[in-house]
């Protein structure tokens, strides 16, 4: 089995992909929503927006930041904060997922996220770039990212494009600057066209795309499938999934030590 068959079997079964859809297509259908191009809204507030709202959302599917109760705390999380500024839709297909399954694991003031041995950050994209999205103009923290090992060793080698001459120089500064992450990363890459209502959702293993090339190893498109209606039946601690639920009443619950989000801004 590849690393991309692995990593979407065990993603898709522990209930990650559904919580990464769920919060992707809650924060766009807002952005949708709010959009105004007469209001002087322009492309910059659709990035921003949906970036900061699809990292909330993420907080929420997954029981993180600002939305994660301690153990043995006596105040619970209450679904007024759950759910606020969500729509009916997004409250009845808000996956129901075990409150550890995800931790908050930000890297270097980039919003990220854990899940057993591996992690995933968010990168912003132009509508229809997503492959062909340029690393090396990335952050720092992005660029380790795409520096990582090649899962196979069989594909083509980064530097093939380049003249033999070029290729020990090439790859003496990319070894001088590879960083070793304490977790395999992934990145979920989000783009959205407003004026269409597209919408483009993957999660894969970055390339470092040096003079350009294709930026990914292997990455899956997360839209392939119908987003979850309301859960998944395998999770033995449900959360809440309806307004009627009486407020106020705890309904996740985090370990002590849960990390906390980094710096507001990020890195998109």
Request: glycine residues 10%.
């Amino acid at each position: 089995m590849s690393e991309r068959e692995d990593v979407i079997a065990s993603f898709e079964e522990s209930g990650v992909l559904s919580g990464i859809r769920w919060a992707y297509l809650s924060a766009t259908g807002r952005v949708f929503g709010d959009y105004s191009e007469p209001a002087g809204l322009d492309a910059t507030w659709v990035g921003i927006t949906r970036f900061t709202l699809f990292r909330d959302r993420l907080d929420r599917a997954f029981a993180c930041g600002r939305y994660a109760v301690r153990d043995g705390s006596d105040a619970g999380l209450s679904l007024d904060v759950l759910q606020a500024e969500l729509t009916e839709r997004d409250i009845a297909t808000l996956p129901r997922l075990a409150p550890d399954l995800v931790r908050r694991a930000d890297l270097n003031g980039s919003p990220g996220w854990a899940w057993q041995g591996w992690s995933w950050l968010l990168a912003s994209s132009a509508y229809g770039k997503v492959d062909e999205l340029p690393w090396p103009q990335k952050s720092p923290t992005k660029q380790r990212v795409a520096r990582q090992r090649n899962p196979d060793p069989d594909q083509a080698s980064l530097f093939d494009d380049f003249a033999d001459d070029e290729v020990p120089g090439l790859a003496a500064l990319v070894a001088a600057a590879t960083y070793q992450l304490d977790r395999e990363t992934l990145v979920v890459a989000h783009s959205q066209d407003v004026d269409h209502d597209g919408r483009e959702l993957v999660i894969g293993r970055a390339r470092l795309n040096v003079g350009g090339g294709d930026a990914w190893y292997w990455r899956h498109d997360l839209l392939d499938v119908p987003p979850s209606e309301g859960g998944r039946g395998s999770i033995t601690k449900p959360g809440p999934t309806g307004a009627e639920t009486v407020p106020d009443a705890p309904v996740r619950l985090r370990r002590l030590g849960v990390e906390q989000p980094g710096r507001a801004g990020g890195e998109q």
